[in-house]
Nanobody, 112 residues
Framework: QVQLVESGGGLVHPGGSLSLSCAAS????????MAWYRQAPGKQRELVAH???????NNADSVKGRFTISRDNANNTVYLQMNSLKPEDTAVYYC??????WGQGTQVTVSS
């Protein structure tokens, strides 16, 4: 069965970095598009970054130049490298295999 398990969240100061991981099982990520979403308190879930099965990537305007999505097919893992973090990046971050499969989420808090 399809499983997505995120890790790597935590508390970081503004300007800091975090790297999120999404370990996939039950399928091979190289055959699918994968994505990271986030949901802040009181807000709708929003797309952060997307990677196609060919490796093309696309980021939300709010994170362009700061976040990078990538994947390691050998380890069946998707990553989200987040640099220059801002307080407004605070949210629960979710790994997604479009459209129906979601991880449990990992909390990212950016605060001084």
């Amino acid at each position: 069965q399809v499983q997505l398990v995120e890790s790597g969240g935590g508390l970081v100061h503004p300007g800091g970095s975090l790297s999120l991981s999404c370990a996939a099982s039950g399928f091979t990520i190289s055959s699918y598009h994968m994505a990271w979403y986030r949901q802040a308190p009181g807000k709708q879930r929003e797309l952060v970054a997307h990677i196609t099965n060919f490796g093309s990537t696309n980021n939300a305007d709010s994170v362009k130049g700061r976040f990078t999505i990538s994947r390691d097919n050998a380890n069946n893992t998707v990553y989200l490298q987040m640099n220059s973090l801002k307080p407004e990046d605070t949210a629960v971050y979710y790994c997604n295999r479009p459209v129906r499969y979601w991880g449990q989420g990992t909390q990212v808090t950016v605060s001084s």
